[in-house]
């Protein structure tokens, strides 16, 4: 566990609230669990990411990043969301739809193979 900044009483701060991950097809759960079978360490790592800090590019702003039209949007639900990217492995992918407001995570596609709309 990582050691959080304290408040001024010298307590913790605690953790934001979690997202909550959320297939947006049919498509993208059987996407999600076939990867979770072929890698299931790798699909909890990405996961737990998505769960905790799915904007976060800190780390490596490669590896996360917002599409680039015409695949920056998704629509859920009658909403457009802004669509983003998650880089597993070398190729593998997840892409995922934010709707910040709501702090829900939309997986729109997992491939553990580069998708062929980016190349």
Same mark, same amino acid.
């Given at each position: 566990?990582?050691?959080?900044?304290?408040?001024?009483?010298?307590?913790?701060?605690?953790?934001?609230?979690?997202?909550?991950?959320?297939?947006?097809?049919?498509?993208?759960?059987? #996407? @999600?669990?076939?990867?979770?079978?072929?890698?299931?360490?790798?699909?909890?790592? =990405?996961?737990?990411?998505? *769960? $905790?800090?799915?904007?976060?590019?800190?780390?490596?702003?490669?590896?996360?990043?917002?599409?680039?039209?015409?695949?920056?949007?998704?629509?859920?639900?009658?909403?457009?969301?802004? #669509? @983003?990217?998650?880089?597993?492995?070398?190729?593998?992918?997840?892409?995922?739809? =934010?709707?910040?407001?709501? *702090? $829900?995570?939309?997986?729109?596609?997992?491939?553990?193979?580069?998708?062929?709309?980016?190349?």
């Amino acid at each position: 566990m990582t050691p959080r900044r304290a408040d001024p009483a010298g307590r913790p701060t605690p953790p934001p609230e979690d997202w909550v991950i959320r297939p947006a097809s049919r498509a993208a759960e059987r #996407q @999600w669990k076939d990867a979770a079978a072929a890698q299931p360490n790798l699909v909890a790592t =990405v996961r737990e990411r998505l *769960r $905790t800090r799915p904007l976060d590019r800190s780390d490596n702003p490669n590896w996360t990043h917002r599409l680039k039209p015409p695949l920056h949007e998704h629509q859920v639900d009658g909403v457009r969301l802004p #669509q @983003w990217q998650h880089e597993m492995t070398s190729s593998g992918r997840v892409w995922y739809a =934010v709707d910040a407001h709501a *702090r $829900t995570v939309w997986v729109t596609r997992v491939s553990l193979t580069a998708p062929r709309e980016t190349h």
